[in-house]
């Protein structure tokens, strides 16, 4: 078992920068932490994710250059920094965890809303 938990949401205007955290912790080996975000009337969609070992990142094409996802191996912490924040960034945020054994992102936090204000 695996229990992620995000923090730091807010509103912000376009332009600006916010700084998400994931914190993960629990027995099972953990292989990926990913964000995602849903907005109003949409599905959800694949933000950034980031291996357990810190050395493999990848980006939904709309972020990159924007967005920043890291690892702080002390804390067992997922940061995903935001920069020149869009409307279209406005969404729910949420964090998940990929552990050994399965290829799915199988836990999930409760989300943190961003809303980005033109």
């Known amino acids: 078992q695996v229990q992620v938990a995000e923090s730091g949401g807010g509103l912000v205007q376009a332009g600006g920068s916010l700084r998400l955290s994931c914190a993960a912790s629990g027995r099972a080996i953990i292989n990926y932490v990913g964000w995602f975000r849903q907005a109003p009337g949409k599905e959800r969609e694949f933000v950034a994710r980031i291996s357990w070992t810190g050395d493999s990142t990848y980006y939904r094409d709309s972020v990159k250059g924007r967005f920043t996802i890291s690892r702080d191996n002390a804390k067992n912490t997922v940061f995903l920094q935001m920069n020149s924040l869009k409307p279209e960034d406005t969404a729910v945020y949420y964090c998940?965890?990929?552990?050994?054994?399965?290829?799915?992102?199988?836990?999930w936090g409760q989300g943190t809303q961003v809303t980005v204000s033109s």
């Open positions: 998940a965890a990929e552990v050994s054994g399965s290829s799915e992102f199988d836990y």
